[in-house]
């Protein structure tokens, strides 16, 4: 008689031919490798925020260095300028002037913007353009022009006028110089004309300057004439005469 196979044997065999299901390889895992340790993740980050906080510093000390630099080695002074063109013998108001920064040089005859209102109520002596520098002696309380008195204008060389920046309203003395006699070693004495104050000037292509002079009737004709003998000095005087 055949023996029959028990309940526990064929469990067992069961179990043994069951077939094998496959264990997933961590390997493979699409959560497992694509996921960074979380260390890593905030040290990048500590990384990148050091970096852009360096950036930022970096641009603000550039531009407090710019600043500087620009304000060490800016030398300019306030000035004051004539907003519209200025005419002889108009009163200035304040909206005349303005004040600008320029670089002036040693020597530069300015207003400084505290001294320009005592300008208000005066008026030039000659014709100011819009955009030049404002001195004192362009101005005059009186009117430009008296009773007896003109404007004259000569065409003189280099050494018969002081300089091409003499200013205008600068008092200045109208020499005739006497041509010195052939063989004689000793100058000629030169006759002083009188005293004016200078209206205006400008620079020809010639080489010579033009300038105008305000004076008394008679010394204007005196110094027109020795204009035309080629005979005429201006010479610069103190503002006390």
Do not use: Y
Not at 17 to 25: K, R
Not at 86 to 101: H, I, K, N, Q, W
Not at 216 to 238: H, I, K, M, Y
């Amino acid at each position: 008689m055949r023996k029959r196979p028990s309940r526990t044997m064929l469990r067992r065999a069961r179990h043994v031919d069951d077939p094998v299901e496959p264990q997933p390889d961590p390997s493979h895992h699409p959560t497992l490798t694509s996921r960074r340790p979380v260390g890593r993740v905030a040290t990048e980050r500590q990384r990148n925020l050091v970096w852009l906080l360096g950036g930022v510093l970096l641009v603000l000390v550039c531009a407090l260095g710019g600043v500087l630099l620009v304000t060490s080695t800016d030398d300019g002074v306030d000035a004051v300028v004539a907003s519209r063109d200025l005419e002889a013998g108009t009163p200035v108001a304040r909206s005349d002037l303005r004040v600008v920064r320029i670089a002036a040089g040693p020597g530069v005859a300015t207003v400084t913007p505290q001294a320009a209102a005592d300008l208000i109520g005066q008026a030039p002596i000659g014709r100011v353009p819009e955009g030049a520098l404002i001195s004192s002696a362009m101005f005059s309380s009186s009117p430009p022009l008296g009773r007896g008195e003109v404007v004259f204008g000569a065409a003189l060389d280099p050494g018969e006028v002081p300089s091409s920046a003499i200013d205008v309203g600068a008092p200045v003395m109208l020499i005739r110089a006497a041509a010195t006699p052939a063989g004689s070693e000793r100058p000629a004495q030169a006759d002083v004309l009188g005293e004016g104050r200078v209206w205006a000037t400008e620079p020809l292509g010639t080489g010579q300057m033009w300038i105008t002079v305000r004076a008394r009737e008679a010394v204007a004709l005196e110094s027109t004439q020795a204009a035309q003998d080629d005979a005429l000095r201006v010479v610069l005087v103190g503002a006390g005469g």
